[in-house]
């Protein structure tokens, strides 16, 4: 069985890392910081706070091989994007996925789930008996991305 506390944990290093990783790079988000707020809905936020980034550890998954159509993430974090959109719609919202050593980005979109080529991007799904850190299972609605859709990380250097 799964330990949140030990997953909670792994996942905050995997985080840091790849945080300082960004700001070892020329990228256009500039300096990144964490987000002050330990339950922000983004992991990372620049300086200019124009940038919001949420880090996802997938360390079983390899994407050279990959069995999956998609990478997902929690529709909180959707919901959050659109709040920050209406406050200024200049701001701009990324899911970094670190995938057995290999880290990609998706930059969420303002033009629902088909791309700006009219193709099928993302789409919500259900997903049953998560434990979210409350010591119970419950159902949260997910953002899954296709891989397709997905970008190297290198992408956003400069």
């Excluded at 996925?97 to 789409?123: A, H, L, M, P």
Aim: glycine share 4%; hydrophobic share 30%; with cysteine.
């Amino acid at each position: 069985m799964r330990s949140f506390n030990k997953d909670y944990k792994t996942g905050k290093a995997q985080e840091l890392l790849t945080l300082e990783f960004l700001n070892s790079k020329n990228c256009i988000f500039g300096k990144l910081k964490e987000d002050e707020d330990p339950f922000a809905r983004f992991d990372f936020v620049s300086e200019d706070e124009k940038y919001h980034i949420e880090h996802k550890y997938r360390p079983d998954i390899d994407l050279n091989n990959c069995r999956f159509d998609s990478l997902y993430f929690d529709y909180v974090k959707y919901k959050r994007y659109k709040e920050l959109k209406k406050e200024d719609p200049e701001k701009k919202m990324y899911i970094i996925w670190n995938c057995s050593g290999t880290r990609v980005i998706w930059e969420f979109k303002d033009y629902g789930w088909e791309n700006k080529d009219g193709e099928c991007e993302f789409y919500f799904s259900q997903q049953f008996n998560q434990d979210r850190g409350n010591g119970y299972a419950q159902d949260t609605t997910m953002v899954n991305v296709f891989i397709e859709a997905i970008e190297p990380i290198e992408t956003y250097f400069i």
